[in-house]
């Protein structure tokens, strides 16, 4: 029932099919493909209660689901094919508690996009490309291209006009809105002439959204004469690396990391951005002897930014993108195995009084959503017990 998938193609289908689905289902599958890439999604079979679509229905988002357009709502009837504008579509299939059928399937595969322009949110700024050989075949030149900053000039290439823009720079602009954080700016194409001008200038605006989980990139341009979107979709980078001492000064890199049972382990969280803005918060970090499994055995350290394991310790740090914490460690007993740690990071606004990173230690019931943030989880490990393994590291 729902998940996230990345793969270039696939199935999805509602719980048990061919069999019955159950009542009061709500499976949420997010689809996201590579950069410059499209989600072709095509309806095999719908079997459900029919009408006005109010009790069963299937839902397509046109990215995440709270924040793009609806691209259809169906429960009977024909078999639409819905393709997306960006590398990134959301499917939800609902039902409720009185009647059940056989579901539906539906194949979704990735086609390739407009390659023209694209664009891409990396942690320290935009990278925006523009294919010469297009503005070419529009009757523009290559120079006629600059920023909305004019200073901040292009790199050319044979095939393209490449602008890295900073994410606090260049003439880019920062919106907060309900749930999320927009950096936008704008490329111009300004066709030459000292006097008189027969050709239409074209703007290029890209955007950089940030949304709960995701990063949503988007590009259209301002000109009757030319109609184009362009949405892609990524993460924010971020790490956590152990330390040797409570000064933070020598990172740990050597995996696994061998430890003695309640040796002090001091880890670092960095989040990688050009936008000093924003703050970084340990929200959850759960301990596990499988890295693809913190549900069936684990055990809590931090939850909801409340410290549960007693042995923790938080640090301050002058770097807002830097957040410090220390564990004992132990092992579990049940087996005598690595352990891998998973953490919830949280990144807002750095003066937002109502975010979540200045929340501190709350329960989940009592947060407030309405400030923009993002959350990331990040695993890091293995650690191993051995003996004397905290000696032989600090005299080696």
């Known amino acids: ?19 019955s689905y159950p ?26 209660q029919s009408g006005r679509c109010q009790y069963d229905y ?26 997306s504008s960006s590398n990134m579509m959301t499917v939800r299939f609902h039902s409720d508690s009185r009647y059940t059928f056989r579901g539906f399937q539906a194949h979704y595969s990735s086609i390739p996009a407009d390659h023209n322009i694209t664009l891409l ?40 006009v490449i602008f890295h823009v900073p994410y606090n720079g260049c003439g880019t602009v920062q919106e907060e809105n309900v749930d999320t954080i927009n950096y936008s700016n704008m490329i111009k194409v300004t066709s030459s002439g000292y006097i ?49 001492s409570s000064l933070f000064l020598r990172p740990v890199h050597n995996f696994p990391l061998y430890i003695d049972l309640n040796e002090t382990l001091y880890l670092q969280v960095f989040l990688h ?24 055995v684990s055990y809590p350290i931090i939850k909801d930014g409340c410290a549960v394991d007693p042995s923790y310790t938080s640090y301050e740090a002058l770097d807002s993108h830097v957040a410090r914490f220390a564990i004992s460690a ?5 087996k005598r195995s690595p352990v891998f740690l998973q953490c919830e990071l949280v990144v807002c606004r750095r003066f937002d009084p ?15 959503a309405s400030s923009a943030e993002e959350r990331v989880n990040v695993v890091v490990g293995p650690l191993q017990l051995g003996e004397g393994a905290a000696q032989s590291r600090n005299t080696g």
């Open 330 to 334: 132990f092992e579990f007993i049940s």
């Open 273 to 296: 951005s050009s936008d000093l803005n924003l703050v970084v918060f340990v929200d959850t970090c759960v301990a596990s002897p499988d890295p693809q499994d913190f549900n069936t």
């Open 196 to 244: 008189i001008k027969r050709k239409k200038d074209i703007h290029f605006h890209i955007s950089c959204k940030m949304l709960e989980n995701t990063w949503v990139q988007t590009m259209y341009v301002a000109e009757d004469t030319i109609d184009m979107n362009e949405n892609q979709f990524g993460r924010y980078d971020m790490n956590i690396t152990f330390y040797e």
């Open 58 to 83: 299937i839902e397509v988002y046109d990215g995440p689901p709270h924040s793009s357009s609806l691209l259809g709502r169906l429960c009977s009837g024909s078999f639409p094919t819905y393709t």
């Open 354 to 368: 109502s975010s979540r990173c200045n929340q501190g230690c709350v329960s989940r019931s009592k947060r407030d």
């Open 23 to 48: 009542n009061n289902a709500n499976c949420v599958w997010e689809i996201q493909v590579e950069n410059n890439f499209r989600i072709m999604l095509t309806f095999r079979d719908i079997v459900m």
């Open 1 to 19: 029932c729902g998940g996230s998938t990345s793969n270039s193609s696939g199935v999805l289908q509602s719980p048990f099919y061919p069999g």
């Open 121 to 160: 949110c990396l942690p320290e700024y935009m990278h925006a490309a523009v294919s010469r050989d297009y503005l070419q075949s529009l009757g523009y030149s290559a120079q006629m291209v600059t920023l909305n900053d004019s200073r901040c000039r292009p790199t050319l290439t044979s095939h393209e």
